[in-house]
């Protein structure tokens, strides 16, 4: 099979709008980049975990977990990155304890601007860049489900912030790794996930904006729960004349076809304003959105790519 060019990345950043189905395509990438035979880790860094639960597993918790072959997952949370940052950077259990679990220092790192963001990316740049087995790196492809638009913009800029004030230590040298990664198109790319609908179709136009602005490699813009027009306005007419047996099928049909209309328009609308391809990602009516649904999704994002 042809490797569509995103899948060929170390780290793909997934972030839009909250509630547009981040999680969903970051979980359906990753199972079509294993299906592939890449070995890939989904991080999560939002407080609440949903990866594993799509594919009826536990949560991965902050340990790493195989959900499929070839797919694991892990929440990445900030006291934990912060320990093993850490244990890293000073070496010994005992000097760590001293240093950072003490409650002066708890107040202190609690308190200290961004640390949370530096932490949890640094742990998602250690898994892309410097995770390695055997003498080579452990992961084909890393994907962040990253925190939604304006944390997301946060998260991802930490770098940058940090090394306006510090530019000299091994908190900055790796800061500078972090930066370096994000900014490299043949590595990274930055996908943006919204809806067909207003507020998200108008954040993220204001969130393409401010990524360009920054630097960071476009990768696609996902329009999740897309509605392809299904009946052509001489068909609606006969549903919609048939009477009270076709009343339900009538609007059922109207509604859908109102939905494609949304659709064509905001599509429009982001084709116009945003400058990177979208993806439309189909609407799929699934009672339980679990392991089939993401098998769909993932299907229809490697059509699209």
């Known amino acids: 099979m042809t490797e569509p060019a995103l899948l060929s990345k170390r780290l793909v950043v997934v972030t839009g709008k ?38 009826g597993k536990p949560p991965s918790g902050t340990k790493i977990r195989e959900l499929l072959p070839n797919l694991y997952s892990v929440h990445v949370r900030p006291r934990e990155a912060m320990r ?23 107040y202190f790192l609690a308190a200290a601007p961004s640390l949370s963001e530096i932490v949890m990316l640094g742990k998602v740049w250690w898994h892309a860049a410097h995770d390695s087995e055997r003498g080579r790196l452990r992961w084909d492809l890393v994907i962040l489900d990253a925190p939604a638009t304006g944390h997301g913009l946060t998260f991802l800029t930490v770098p940058e912030v940090f090394l306006r004030l510090v530019n000299e230590g091994p ?110 990602v189909p609407f799929f009516f699934e009672r339980q959105f679990g392991a089939q649904a993401i098998d769909k999704v993932a299907r229809a994002i490697e059509s699209a790519l």
């Open 84 to 106: 093993e940052y850490a244990l890293m950077t000073i070496k010994y259990e005992t000097i760590y304890k001293i240093a950072f679990e003490n409650p002066a220092a708890r």
């Open 18 to 55: 909250g509630g547009t189905g981040k999680s969903t395509v970051s979980a359906a990438l990753g199972l079509a980049a294993a299906r592939r035979g890449k070995k890939v880790l989904v991080c999560e860094v939002v407080a609440r975990e949903r990866v594993a639960d799509f594919f």
């Open 171 to 280: 908190l900055a040298r790796d800061m500078h790794g972090m930066q370096s990664l994000l900014a490299d198109p043949a590595q990274c790319s930055v996908c943006v996930v919204t809806l067909p609908e207003e507020m998200p179709a108008n954040e993220a136009i204001e969130l393409d904006a401010a990524l360009r602005k920054h630097g960071f490699p476009p990768g696609p813009l996902f329009l999740n729960a897309w509605f392809a027009s299904r009946f052509s306005p001489q068909e609606l007419a006969q549903v919609t004349r048939g009477g009270p047996m076709l009343m339900a099928a009538g609007e059922a049909a109207d509604n859908h076809e109102s939905r494609a209309a949304l659709s064509a328009h905001y599509g429009g609308v982001l084709r116009e304003a945003v400058q990177r391809p979208i993806l439309p």
